[in-house]
């Protein structure tokens, strides 16, 4: 509304102060996203217009609590460096006029040209030093041009003031009205041009001038009967043209202060997005590379018509892949809670992930309490295979934390291999990036069979050792048949011959120093000297670890005080480079042609819609001066019934237009229904511009009608007596006193004159006095300015309205006026330049200049329009990046998880995400024949084929999680091609503990509805290509923990024993079919489902479970013990089959092939594919 945008600009407390033009997206920019927006529309982050600070200093709102007088000062600096623009164009007029004062009056002193000519020079001489240093890189001359621009203000309004008075002075015979038209235009300009501030503008320029122009002409004037009139005229005309000049000022100073108000709320928005980008960046730079995440930013929102959707992955030769596992972990975890064991966990891969980046690994992904990575992709290097070797030594002293912390002879068992590996990401949710490749699958099975404690090298990493390290043989093939069959040769890393060498060292040695001359304990250091460094990596880590926490988490109140002020410095400091550049009136020449018209069209299009608050108040200057004329004209003009009548007419239809385009202004003030049609009038941009173009010609056309009028009105009923002449004449005889100049004046008189004039004059009834019609020229400037200032019109329009005019008025004074100028010029003793002449030319002079000056204000106009659109264009900017970013981030991690992690910023990279939830759904849906379409021959470009079509199918699943009744289902994550979901993880659930079992356990129901359709889905995508895949699916439901393990790379993960025995039903079922334990198959019961009982599962870790085959869902809800139906089997065969075919989790993408074995029961494992079976992944916590 009017009222909250004037609130906003008037307002600088604080700076608390809102933008009155919110910059809005545009809907190109929205609506790429809003496919992507919707697909969690349960899962949603505040509004996007609810910005989170998450900086000190900045309020909830994203607001800057800057110091009031730091405000008012940084408002100054910008609103008078903004206003310096407009001081050429008052030099530009001021030069006008000399030359007019030069030109025009032909019969002068020689120390009146002397002045005249020196006034001249000076302004030439000032408008040279405005340029000096203007451009210079050297700090004397910039501090000279800065100088410059605050002197020169006061200087050349001095020197105007001086200019004036020198020629009034200096005039042989002068009156108030002959420059008189320069005067109003002077005390006009001082308001609109010089860049001064307003107590100075004012209360001494402003009265200064005001004074000067009224008191000097009067004082110098030749003895005139009428003196006392004119003064009063003069006054009212000077008065109107600075009340114009004030109107104008505070309009543009409004302006100026949105444009500075929304300069600081956008930099406020910008630097809380820049704050939240930056913290989504390094959130999601933390889960996915670099690479990745920009390619998958710039394709978010994209539409493609390629047949398959669009696969992030990339093949990458010569990479080092580590895997690690914890030796004897599975045996401690029964000792320790879930939270305690996820805490642990976290812990240890905290410093892990220390220890990668210290190594320059890059981290995959966590299985359980396995945790791998690689080094030499995306990125080549050299080393990979020496940096990976010093990572997996390192790893294996990290582990005595947790032999410390548990008390248990735990142990790392590590395995390198070098080769070829496919990395990117599947799917359309929950995104991670791995590495796929039977060499990835090779350096599974060398961790897997190797020793606790020790790091297992292939001959394939040892080639690119360089003899770094001492090895001795390992035998490794004896004991995985899958490296004997790859030809592999495995070695033990015995010795490290040349020690890594340590970034950190420096940095360690001068935080001891400090430490030391602080007086701080150093012993936890001194070991160092002592070992090598391969010893000393641990202690690198924890030492550099410890001190960031101690120097930038647990921050004391005075810490996070200064902490404020450097983010209040920075802030202004930003603010104040933001308006230090915001050097638009030069810049815009770029993009505008020389009319000032945009070169883009729609950017000209939104320029002539677009109205700025308050832009209709300059109309009342045409109001204002067509009441003066009624009053000016009272007092030096002829009092007619006509003229009255002439002046006061458009008044009517002037201020009708005025009142209903200002009416939205004052929405407060005014009924609704006024306002509401005041606002439909001026969203119409032809009605706004022809109602101000009808008000400009009323004002100017009602002038010259007047002058028509005026001398119709002589000549018709003969005013002008030859009694009043003689009077008149006779007082001019006695103030030269000497006869033959009378008989010299009045023969010049009656020569000049027309004899019919002179005789009318001379035979007319004395009725009123005589007056004088240069006032009507004068006038004139008045309606000039008036015109120029109306804000609903471009600046050619303006320039050919005021052109019009003065052009008009000017014939007017030279061919219709001539006799009345005839008989004022005789008053004035002839002089030798007629007055029309010089009213006409002092006319042009203030149309030039108000010419350059309509420009100028739409040139402004045009600067601070193209900043809003820039500072809107930027906001969307920003907010398009965050809303990729935010895209992406909770791809990789649910919207909660997310939001905790972004919001808090000041979190320790170790502290520890996690949540327990009582009753959750879990499901496990593999595809183990999926290992063998797998293939890396070149026909499938070494393999990455068929994971397109592995990504077909993963996506395919994702996008069923878009279907409105699966929304509170979550993907957890992807193991090769084993799918893993969940339901029931949902913080704003909250079900009475009382609840009936088909209302606590509705999503385990959904869940189940989720699997058939994975059915469907994979069904459909084996008829379209000919494949034969299938589903083997486990479902269990129970109390799980769900947390992040590795802040610094946060994964996430749910745990519990609910998430092993849903593993393990899908690792013991059959392909095909969904497997239940008993209690599950209970509860589902009670939704109609049937069931077929499989009889007793050997489970590992839980013994014998009564498990059941899912057989669909009844059209009518039976009794639950006839929902089951009895197995024909016998239990033993699957007892056996299970335990002697359990598959390692970690075994991605080959089919473990016995040949000594060969099972032929349906319902036989078979190995998982991708990254592994995740039954073993899932046991820490059994």
């Known amino acids: 509304m009017p009222e909250e945008k004037e609130k906003s600009s008037n307002n600088l407390e604080n700076g ?22 919707q697909k969690t529309p349960t899962r949603r982050r505040p509004h996007d217009d609810e910005v989170v600070a998450g900086g000190v200093g900045i309020t909830g709102g994203g607001v800057v609590i800057l110091p009031q007088h730091v405000l008012n000062e940084l408002y100054h600096n910008y609103s008078i460096k903004q206003r310096r623009s407009g001081l050429k164009w008052f030099l530009f007029a001021a030069i006008l006029f000399n030359l007019w004062t030069i030109c025009i009056p032909w019969e002068q002193a020689v120390p009146t040209r002397v002045v005249n000519c020196c006034m001249l020079v000076a302004y030439l001489a000032l408008t040279a030093l405005l340029h000096i240093g203007r451009r210079s890189e050297q700090p004397s001359m910039r501090s000279l041009h800065q100088a410059m621009l605050t002197i020169i203000p006061k200087a050349l309004w001095f020197l105007a003031m001086l200019h004036f008075a020198a020629y009034v002075m200096l005039q042989a015979s002068f009156s108030p009205r002959d420059v008189l038209g320069w005067a109003i235009l002077l005390n006009f300009l001082i308001y609109v041009t010089l860049p001064l501030p307003l107590i100075f503008l004012g209360l001494v320029v402003g009265f200064c001038t005001y004074f000067n122009c009224l008191s ?15 003064a009063a005229a003069n006054a009212v005309l000077i008065a109107t043209g600075a009340v114009i000049g004030l109107l104008y000022y505070f309009m543009g100073e409004a302006k100026q202060k949105r444009a500075f108000l929304e300069a600081k709320k956008s930099l406020e928005v910008k630097m809380v997005i820049e704050e939240q980008s930056a913290e989504q960046e390094r959130l999601l730079l933390s889960v996915l590379p670099k690479h990745v995440a920009i390619k998958m930013r710039e394709d978010l929102g994209s539409s493609t018509s390629e047949a398959f959707k669009k696969i992030y992955m990339s093949r990458h030769e010569n990479v080092s892949i580590l895997y690690a596992d914890i030796v004897g972990f599975t045996a401690i975890s029964s000792t320790y809670s879930a939270q305690d064991l996820v805490k642990m966990l976290n812990e240890l891969f905290a410093r892990f992930d220390r220890l990668a980046e210290k190594y320059q690994q890059l981290r995959i992904k966590i299985l359980g309490d396995c945790y791998y990575c690689i080094s030499g992709a995306p990125d080549e290097r050299p080393d990979h295979a020496v940096m990976c070797v010093h990572m997996g030594l390192s790893m294996v002293k990290a582990i005595k934390y947790v032999q410390q912390k548990a008390n248990s002879p735990v142990d790392m068992r590590v395995g390198i291999h070098t080769g070829a590996v496919l990395a990117g990401i599947l799917g359309q949710r929950q995104w991670q990036f791995d590495v796929y490749s039977k060499d990835v699958e090779l350096a599974n099975k060398m961790e897997s069979s190797g020793k606790a404690g020790r790091v297992h090298i292939s001959d394939k990493t040892l080639a690119f050792l360089n003899g770094e390290f001492e090895v001795e043989p390992a035998f490794g093939e004896k004991r995985e048949e899958l490296l004997r069959i790859a030809g592999l ?72 005080d200064e902490e404020e002020q450097v983010k209040l410095e920075n802030f202004k400091q930003r603010l104040k480079d933001e308006l ?21 069209p729609q950017l000209e299009q939104a320029y002539a819609i677009y109205r700025e608050p308050y832009s209709s108040l300059p109309l009342l200057a045409a109001l204002l001066v067509q009441c003066i004329d009624v009053l000016y004209s009272y007092l030096v003009l002829p009092r007619s019934t006509l003229h009255f009548i002439n002046i006061a007419a458009p008044l009517v239809p002037i201020a009708m237009l005025v009142v209903i385009s200002i009416a939205e202004s004052f929405s407060g003030m005014l009924p609704k229904f006024f306002v509401d049609v005041s606002k439909r009038f001026n969203d119409i941009t032809f009605v706004r511009e022809l109602a101000a173009i009808i008000i400009a010609l009323t004002i100017g056309l009602s002038n010259v009608i007047d002058m028509f009028f005026f001398v119709t009105f002589l000549r018709t009923e003969h005013i002008v007596s030859e ?20 008989e010299e004046e009045m023969a010049t008189a009656e020569h000049l004159l027309p004899e019919s004039f002179v005789e009318q004059m001379r035979d007319a009834v004395p009725t009123e006095r005589d007056l004088y019609p240069s006032y009507l020229s004068n006038f004139g400037v008045l309606i000039l300015i008036a015109i120029a200032v109306i804000a609903q019109l471009t600046h050619l329009t303006k320039i050919l309205l005021l052109l019009s005019i003065a052009a008009l008025h000017c014939y007017f004074n030279i061919f219709i006026m001539q006799d009345l100028y005839a008989l004022e010029d005789d008053l004035a003793h002839q002089p030798i ?9 002092l006319l042009l002079v203030a149309a030039l200049a108000l010419s350059t000056l309509a420009r100028h204000m739409d040139h402004e106009d045009r600067v601070i329009f193209k900043w809003k659109t820039e500072v809107a264009e930027q906001k969307e900017t920003a907010n398009d990046m965050r809303q990729r970013n935010e895209a992406l981030v909770y791809n990789v991690l649910p919207v909660h998880v997310a939001e905790h992690f972004m919001k808090n910023t000041k979190r320790s990279h170790d502290d520890l995400y996690s949540q327990s939830y009582a009753e959750v759904g879990v499901l496990f849906a593999s595809m183990p024949n999926f290992s063998d379409f797998y293939s890396e021959e070149t026909v499938n470009n070494q393999g990455l084929e068929c994971l397109r079509f592995l990504n077909e199918v993963i996506s395919d699943f994702d996008a069923l999680l878009e279907l409105p009744q699966f929304q509170d289902i979550i993907k957890i994550k992807t193991i090769g091609s084993t799918y893993m979901a969940a339901s029931g993880i949902n913080l704003q659930r909250n079900l009475r503990t009382d609840a009936p079992i088909t209302e606590r356990w509705s999503h385990l129901a959904v869940l189940v509805e989720f699997a058939l359709e994975l059915k469907h889905a994979l069904q459909n995508i084996n008829e379209q290509s000919f494949n034969h895949l299938v589903l083997k699916m486990g479902i269990n439901h129970g109390p799980i923990t769900a947390g992040v393990i590795g802040a610094r790379k946060p994964h996430y993960d749910i745990w519990g024993n609910t998430v092993n025995v849903s593993s393990r039903m899908e690792s013991t ?11 599950t198959c209970n509860i589902l019961q009670q939704f109609g489902y049937t069931f077929l009982q499989r009889g007793l599962v050997a489970v590992k870790g839980k013994g014998q479970l009564m498990t059941y085959y899912l057989q669909g869902k009844s059209q009518s809800n039976p009794d639950p013990a006839a929902s089951v139906e009895l197995h024909a089997e016998t239990t033993e065969t699957p007892l056996e089959l299970t335990t002697e075919l359990e598959v390692d989790i970690k075994t991605p993408l080959l089919k473990l092939k016995n040949p000594d074995s060969a099972p032929t029961d349906a319902s036989a494992p078979e190995s998982s594919v991708g990254n592994g079976n995740v039954a073993e992944s899932q046991s820490l916590l059994e």
């Open 1069 to 1079: 079922g059959k392909a095909g079919a969904i497997q239940v334990t008993e209690e």
């Open 833 to 841: 330049i007629s007055t029309r002449y010089c009213a006409s030319g």
């Open 723 to 742: 009694s009043e002449f003689n009077a008149t004449a006779s007082e001019v005889i006695m103030v030269e006193d000497g006869g033959q100049i009378l």
């Open 580 to 600: 230090v550049t915001r050097d638009g009136h030069e810049n815009l020449t770029k993009d505008t042609n020389i009319f000032l018209r945009f070169k883009n």
């Open 216 to 230: 000097v002409p009067v004082a110098f004037s030749r003895p005139d009967p009428l003196i006392s009139d004119q």
């Open 489 to 560: 040769k495995t070695f033990f890393i015995t010795k490290v011959v040349k020690p890594f060498a340590s970034p950190c060292a420096k940095k360690i040695n001068e935080t001891q120093r400090e430490n030391s001359h602080n007086g701080s304990n150093g012993s936890t250091g001194g070991g160092l000297a002592t070992t090598d460094d391969n010893e000393a990596t641990l202690d690198d880590e924890e030492l550099l670890a410890e001190s960031a926490t101690t120097n930038g988490q647990h921050l004391t109140p005075e810490a996070e």
């Open 16 to 37: 608390q102060a809102t933008s009155t033009a919110p910059a809005t997206a545009s809907p190109t920019a929205t609506g790429k996203l809003k496919h992507q927006r």
